[in-house]
């Protein structure tokens, strides 16, 4: 069976990349607009139509799924060390081609209406194909070194993104702040890949994730510092994708990235992007489970459940619903990583893993739905702040219908998509840990309520101060929002762990009734105390803020974590170190090259007179340096 | 005899018949359609660089003298597509200085008879062949050097050249007879087995290197370079920097590869010299030249230095990397070139200092000569940068860490010089820029396909894994 077409999804958008930026002048508004839905719905029906031929036509081999991989050596280095391009088709990339096809047609097709009149239309979606692109090559990578490559390539398009409105300086200092960061990020990884690469020879995924292939058997042992050196690298990986995914403590340029358009929000900062560390983790996954016993695992399990607790405390203090939105992301980034952490290998141990990618999908649909709603209230109200918000429902009814769904998947209540992936993590983490599953639990309760909190803010309550009577979105914009909601609530039904499990074989799942019943009892606590904090207008919530005190000042201010950044950076770094380091550059470094410079200029003053124009000079150099290099050849060297 | 095996020298006949038909076609075009001849010569031309890329057998013919393989034929194809380039970009030059003095055909006879001998040359089997091919390519050329007679400047360059030219042949010539007193043998593969390390025979190598040398302008046989290239006509200029430069490199590494191979230790230590005086006198000289021809001939002195990187290595990687950085420089140079020479005709302007602001007038043209400069310069990512990443690999692989050291010192160097030009077009703004013109149409495919070349050859990667495949035979 033949998935060749498979490379023509991202080169579709690249395509319209290329169009829309090298005839920017050229080509109208409108029809960019057209042309960007036009190429991701292509790329959408080959998308859906890879995957239905990969799961059913093709189906299993032998009981589990084969890998299907085209490639070409790019670079070679040496025998076994070399540098590839091409694509990999597994059960991992077919769901996150859906994911990033589905996700990234509704927010173009959605764009057209939020993004209207803005000046720099076509630019937007150039900007935004390029994106897509960028995804699906790192979703297709068939080794890390392409997966980095693609890994940047999505940094380059988010910070184009964020920093959109760039004559807005606060949109300019978040693009660059996420850039940074994650910059940052990417350099463990980038250490890692070379780790990886000297040590085993291959950057292949292939090779790398065969348990009993030479690369992890050979090397796992090779110790540093009480490590073996195959964990350091996977930690260095992990950074990469921590960083990416917005886990603690690199996460903060997540929040501040919400400066960019809101559908971008939806698209790169929640669906798509983001969730780019956990596909890392889950790429790897064979190699994070056999090195060392799953010592790196351990740790990406670890930042996980305390990244999804972090966050989801925070996120109830927010007052911005983007960075509510924003910090929820981070919290559901987190239960991916802990779910992978907790995961195990074969047959129904790999619950975890299952469960993680299962989250993963349906997060995608329903955050994604959250964010394009959220954009709908702001461009209908033009504020992001709750305080002007409130009493919307009865303008703005499909929004809020919509919303209402979205709030209900994502606060895990059944039958909707949200249900049945936390289920699945708050199974694998009990069976793995009963530590882990309380955090998770309790992280269950917290989002059920700060996304009621929102929700009850914006569509009830007290009538915001609006000074022209807000209205529903056009249809291009709740379009979207039906598709998204309705998949909310369908996506759940899918048979996840019949597709994906890390050994590639799949299993059944059957629901755990009472660990089930406990999540929906802690779900239905957090949206019924936000019911009676919220609904109504009235002094509960500030009350119960106040007995907290010192807690929820923290929580308001994110922990203080960018101050405790920015004293690191501008009071010790910027200080004690780059000052230093600058005097000591200007004065001698670039006093030698300076030096060094002038002397070449000087030489080649002194020696001009070499070359005099008259051919006996040329004949004696000739002839002298001939016999220079014959004496030295006779008497010398021999 | 199999006459089918004449067809292991198709390129050779063709080419033959090429100028033959030239002869010919001079006689019965009439006076007033001169021009018909420049397109004849490059319809011809053109279909024998497509035929010659159809594969040929190896082998050799008459006794050894002339052999053939795989490797030698690409190479004879890179040439043929340097020379057509090059003559693209010379129609017009042709048709508005040359073909009124009645001297069109000529021009393209001389410079096919000399590519005929480069062909011989790197086929030669013998050194008998080898010293006629060095004759027979380099002869016509000094003829054409001095091609613009009206300039008193061209003839200088055509009575350099020859003078010297006759020097080093000689010298080679003189290199050769003393190989041939210790073995007995002019063959290559006799010769190979019979060396060994006396001292006639080492006398013997030294001058056959400095007759060589000769051609790819290493130091301290160099001096001819920067007056010819100043004086003759930028098609020849271009000629002598690209094309024969390139044949030389090539039968040079064929003959250390091969027949000086017993005496490898000790050419290693001369082009270890070699390399870092060329590198270091080429670019110290191009630091400080006014006029474009100069400047590039000095530049093109600094990058044969770099090449002997490439040939110190003395692997299958070596030879490889030698035919890839040729390939590449090629384009590069033959673009930089082509301004140069598009540029001079249009306005007869050479100087660096003239230049100024010319991005203001005709940013395409600033666009290509930079690139080609960004190329020669080796700035990913375009190809130069590959070229001369894979010479210092093929170098550090052997172990030479510090000649590598000493050609990243001087690639800086060379920043800098190629940079003087780029920012004297972009940053400059010139007191009375070169107004703007459109070049014809020859000219612009001429340029537009080294763009190609200098886009693509360092990304697609299978070409040079193809030249490393070819290069086995010599090692």
Redesign the interface.
Known sequence: MNLNYVILIPLIPLAVFLILGLFYNRIKPAISGYIGVLGLVISTGLSLYSAYQYFIVIGKTEGIYQTLVEK?????FAETLHIDMGILVDPISVMMLIVVSVVSLMVHIYSRGYMKGDPGYTKYFAFLSLFTFSMYGLVLATNLFQIYIFWELVGVSSYLLIGYYYTKESAVAAAKKAFIVTRFADLGFLIGILIIGYYTGTFDFETLNNPEGASILNWASSSFMGLSMLTWALILIFIGGAGKSAMFPLHIWLPDAMEGPTPVSALIHAATMVVAGVYLVARLFPMYYFVEEGYALNIVAFVGAFTALFAAVIAITQTDIKRVLAFSTMSQLGYMMMSLGVSGYEGHEGLGYMASMFHLFTHAMFKALLFLCAGSVIHAIHSNFLKDMGGLRKYMPITNITFLIAALAIAGIPPLAGFWSKDEILVAAFEHSKFIYIIGLFVAGLTAFYIFRIYFGIFWGKEGNYQQKPHESPGSMTAPLLVLAFLSIAVGFIPFSEFISPDKAGFETHINYPLAAIAVIAALIGIALSWLFYKKENTLADQFANRLGVLFTWAFHKFYMDELYLFVTKKILFNLIARSAARFDKKYVDGTMVGI?NQ??N???K??G??S?K?Q???F??????VI??I???YI?? | MNFSNFLLMRQEIALLAIILLLLIAEIFIPKNKKESIIHLALFLFGIHTIIGFFNIDENSLFGGMFRTNNLIHFFKNILNLGVFILLLQSADWIKEKILNQNKGSEFFILLFSSLLGIYFMISAGDFLMFYLGLELSTLPVAALAAYETAKRISSESG??LI??SA??SG?SLFGISMLYATSGSIYFDELLLTLS?N?LS??G???L??GIS?KISL???H??T??VYEGAPISIASYLSVISKGAAVFILMILLFTVLQPLA??WE??IYF?AIATMF?GN??A??QQNMKRFLAFSSIAQAGFILLGLIADSQLGTATVVYFVLIYIFSNLAAFGVVQAISLQSGKERIKDYEGLYRTNPNLSLVLMLALFSLAGIPPVAGFFGKFFLFTAAASEGYYFLVFLAVVNVT?SL?YYLLVVRAMFLRKGENPIPFFRNKIYMRIGLVITVIGILLLGIY??LY?YIYELSSVFN
Request: proline letters at 3%; charged letters at 10%.
């Open positions: 070409t050596v790019w670079m070679n410079g070449t200029v030489t080649s003053e020696i001009k070499l070359q124009g051919v000079d040329y004949a150099a000739f002839i002298a340096g001939a290099l014959a030295l050849c006779i060297w021999s | 009575i350099k003078l010297s020097l080093a010298v390390s001292h080492l006398l190598m030294v001058l290197f400095a000769f130091v301290p046989f001096f001819w920067a007056d230790d000790l230590k001369m070699i006198i110290l000289f630091l400080r160097i800098y990667s299978p894994d």
